[in-house]
């Protein structure tokens, strides 16, 4: 039996079953478009090896190595740096073998899904990661990332991606992005444009941003009009850069519309640095409706992806910073929180707003209700923890009687682990293809729909809501 | 194959399919009871024609309409009458060719399941509706509804509505009520108390709505005891034309029950038009208590549909007003928020209070714990959004296991859009049969007691809840 | 046909019927580890014959009596003790009848489920209780009862029972813990250090408690490091009687970790008897901390049962006083609550606390990836209303993708009904063995797997969790 089910994730009734594969048949080889992810611009421009298996699966993806951590294996030994520079295991095969010590903590999660679907699909093999065949595991993944197949932009044509969104700040000058433009190479690696720093008074170093800010763009930063008008100025930027997106990550949803000499006098106050946390929440506020009016301008989608409690753990950050797995979600509330900027801009038809949520529960009570009403809105896919095989499904089941499937914007893969990108498809385009069989086979849905729908979820609504 | 699968919404598998498919038949034909919902009186008591198809299926329906305004269709190009009377389109068929072309929105949606459903069972269509025969479906409902017995009280009659509860104001004059009751047809339409007009210290014109209230009743509404006499007068008239039951349709689930000095006084607030916002929500929620306790007096089921927010947009309210499709909504609390009033009534036995909630994190985590405790207290139907073949299958799964089927009330169509009544119980009915069986299927429940059951779900628990 | 289906709570799917009931039998008759609870240890202790079928199946159990109560049945009628000592039902025969008259509510809910398996699987009936077999059924039960074998020791030893933990209070003398150890049964029922009373400045009697502390434990509980002491000391003496965890049993999972001289005031303020309500919140907080650093300490395992509503109605009450069935679940948030706890001593790899929940939005939004990124977290299993059929179901489905199967802890049957010990564990059992099953046939994990897992949930990890 090979590592992974040919027929995963479909239903278990015989009759759906073969639609389920018929459908997903019809979709499997599609092109990949991943229209917001993490992975590093840098590979795809130098095109270097990855440099051993346990910083390809392990200590850049704080998804599998948390998991470790929850069950007391000490960050120190799984090689990840400490902030104060202090000695951690160097060996990437000790890491590696630690890792597969603890292999059986990934049963029945979607990180235990992807790290087979690449096991077997990208390296070959045919039998799981156990102890005992770590080092055979080790040798076989060192070995084959030595090829130039396995080089970053030979995977990336491999894996049949159409187009990958990466991620960068404000400030960054996108460099990688340029380079790859430039090279011979034509693969289709476009940037998005991510304001939290120059945006987020709570950010670290938020008043010397803004100064870099001004730099960049030659706009008086120290003034709401310049500051907005730089804005504009890297907005343009960014596009010239592939762009066709912007991205907000704040902690929650709400937003403002404030008139504009209120909205200056708050900026004033976070460019001084003296603002409280409230004034602090109403000034990201206020700019996600700036930014939504700039995207009415220039015609970039804008991604929210709200509710996430940052670096939950004091004792981690403190010891080994952002991004080490102590993201929590909490609860989010979007109905009142969006009303400021849907007042503004959420009936103008050629608008694309995205609205992620960590928060499930918003999924039948606001989300739906919303983006089945304002032309502006539509929902993102399910998101971070929530694209899994349950999760996706609990997306459909909820979301499509309310908003049906045309306010919705594809999938995402959202992931910085480049390895897992096809077989994060593949479990969405399964678990769509299994949505849509049980809607056929329930008589609410005609077969010839559901083939159409099959495509419409995995191509038609990414290219529409990402303007690809 | 037909507009409806004859075995839509069951199960898949066949020996459970076959059981969904017995407990099915066994109250398909059961006449409809229809203890809530928005139906024109007026229909009944003047019994003209339906005007055409767009007026029958579209216009008045937000929940169709609003699917297309979230892509981007005009509300005028739909004919939306407009607050400053500017110009929509005017030509029924021209809406009903916009409509057309938009059919795909409601793939997977319950508006597309009950469409079909009217469009097959009510007019005889065998086709889907499509941009190609937008046309001749046009013609051919257009010409039905000429026919007499497409009048609304022959299709009242051939869909076997054994009761129909409209839902009138306090300060209506019940004429399409009393014409009905003193006609010679023998359809029982009933109206339903909903006060809000004169509860709701934010209504537009609530003081003048007490005003005329007082006239109505001959009370004097300027003083609290008056006030609520009033109530009670007015109570009285409306049972007089058929009413068992009251409706409540407030933001939150707040209840107060303050001593009836301090009633008195925020009365007098309220009265004066210079209460806050929180005095406001105050004097709502004490006069939840007062209904319960005028309940307990005279008899009347008293209903609580509480989380919605109205009028989400600010722009669509001020160009098109009131029930456009843009109420969303929000977390609602209800087991501090019911407290006060529990506490007054909720050991009573001969009352009975109907909970309705927008929030299906509440269903097990507080109604179904509420309602398995309090005498008073019974859940009403999935409601809205919710009414739906995945809204009716969770609200079971969850709500069950804690209250049981006793202390719930059989199913509400709650609708305005008459055609899609026979439908919408269907669509309950299927679900129910299908979850009974799922229960017999898995041990849970025997099969006598499904088929019991299926019946009370149906029938039994309305007429009980409803005092039919 | 007997009462209790033998593939009750399997899937409907032949082959994956086939796999759960292979699962299921693997752990079928393993012994049953009851590591929470609320049996009376008295029983085990003196082990005189349980009463009469009223008192073993209806009055001491309030999740049975409040779904009659829920029905409009008085509390009078079923025997309920009064507070103020009034008269109420004394024949329980009278009692039974009228149970039976209302065995109709328990269909498909969990306490129906349960009934039935005691009545088949501890008394023998092979017909469901009915008004016409009342008589007989209790004069079975009363007969049956008087045997030896009917007594509490045998039926735990019958029963399988490995483990049993009861729960006391922190001012508990522990004597019939003391007089099992000290008999010649082999029965091992431990104690759970639960110190509410001690703890809550809300609680009745708190201040005359914690005078009462001192005298048991000799030390000043006066001051703050007698009081902190004190616990210590007891902590210990309830270890000598089996105790390998305590229980917290709190409004909110709030917690505080406070400057030891801010404890200290606060301290002060609460054995005063003048702290105000947010300050026996905040004190209450804190303690969560200090049981924990304790625990680090002492090795014994935190539990926190956060989030119910106690005694909702007032009138109840007042007249019946506490755990008459109205404990309502209210909403509960995690994240920001556990993060002072969590920043002290989350990461400390020995330390196990578990969680409890009675929201079940926190599942997936908090729980699940708290207890996946911090090594001193786990969840326990669904708890109360949700250790039912569908409640555990959802717990696996939604927390398993996020947390992985080796952060939860097993099940807890957490009753005072001793006779339902067996079926709610083989309910938990089967619906872990189906889930598993799932997981085999989409895909997601390999049979070999499936089986070790179904044995780590019934055994290893409830172990493990309490250290048994």
Redesign the interface.
């Given at each position: 039996m090979p590592l992974?089910?040919?027929?995963?994730?479909?239903?278990?009734?015989d009759?759906?079953r073969g639609l389920a594969r018929a459908l997903y048949s019809s979709i499997q080889t599609l092109p990949i478009l991943s229209p917001h992810g993490h992975c590093d611009p840098q590979w795809f421009a130098q095109n270097k090896r990855f440099p051993n298996p346990a910083e390809l699966f392990v200590t850049p993806d704080h998804y599998v190595f948390?998991?470790l951590?929850?069950?007391?294996v000490?960050m120190d030994d799984l090689g990840i740096p400490r902030i104060d520079g202090g000695p951690v295991e160097q060996d990437p095969r000790k890491i590696w073998q630690l890792f597969a010590k603890h292999i059986?903590?990934?049963?029945?999660?979607?990180s235990?899904?992807w790290l087979n679907h690449s096991f077997e699909h990208v390296f070959g093999f045919l039998e799981?990661l156990t102890v005992e065949n770590a080092d055979d595991y080790y040798d076989h993944i060192d070995t084959t990332l030595a090829m130039d197949e396995f080089r970053p932009r030979a995977m990336f044509d491999r894996f049949k991606i159409d187009c990958l969104a990466t991620t960068e700040g404000a400030l960054d000058d996108l460099r990688w992005h340029k380079q790859i433009i430039q090279s011979d190479w034509s693969g289709r690696v476009i940037t998005t444009y991510r304001p939290d720093a120059v945006v987020d008074p709570e950010f670290e170093g938020f008043v010397d941003n803004l100064a870099r800010f001004g730099e960049l763009t030659g706009e008086n930063t120290a003034t709401w009009d310049g500051y907005l008008t730089a804005h504009r100025v890297r907005r343009a930027f960014f596009r010239d850069h592939g762009a066709t997106a912007t991205d907000h990550g704040h902690p929650t949803a709400r937003t403002e519309d404030l008139p504009q000499d209120e909205a200056a006098a708050l900026f004033a106050k976070a460019i001084s640095g003296r603002c409280t946390l409230a004034e602090a929440d109403a000034f990201r506020g206020q700019m996600l409706t700036e930014m939504a009016r700039m995207s009415v301008e220039d015609g970039m989608t804008m991604q929210i992806h709200a509710g996430s409690?940052r670096n939950?753990?004091?004792?981690?950050f403190a010891s080994h910073g952002r991004d080490k797995?102590?993201?929590?979600?909490?609860?989010c509330?979007f109905?009142?929180a969006l009303?400021p900027m849907?007042?503004a801009v959420?009936?103008e038809?050629?608008l694309t707003i995205l609205l992620f949520t960590?928060?499930?529960?918003t999924y039948?009570?606001?989300l739906?209700?919303?983006?089945?009403?304002?032309?502006a809105?539509k929902l993102g896919p399910a998101w971070w923890?929530?694209d899994?095989?349950?999760?996706i499904k609990r997306y459909r089941?909820?979301t499509?009687?309310?908003?049906?499937?045309?306010?919705t914007a594809g999938f995402n893969d959202d992931t910085r682990a480049f390895c897992s990108i096809p077989a994060r498809h593949d479990v969405s385009r399964r678990v769509d293809a299994s949505y849509l069989a049980?809607?056929v086979?329930?008589?609410?849905?005609?077969e010839d729909?559901a083939f159409d729908?099959a495509k419409v979820l995995t191509t038609d609504l990414v290219k529409s809501a990402y303007k690809l």
């Open positions: 992974t089910d040919p027929d995963r994730l479909f239903p278990y009734d009759a759906l948390r998991m951590v929850s069950q007391g000490s059986h903590l990934f049963h029945g999660t979607p235990g899904l799981p409690s939950h753990s004091a004792r981690v797995g102590f993201d929590i979600p909490r609860r509330d109905v009142d009303k849907l007042d959420g009936m038809p050629d960590l928060d499930e529960t039948g009570r606001e739906a209700p919303l983006a089945g009403a304002y032309p809105l923890f929530f899994s095989a349950e999760g089941q909820i499509t009687e309310t908003c049906g499937f045309y306010n049980e809607l086979a329930s008589g609410r849905l005609t729909d729908l």
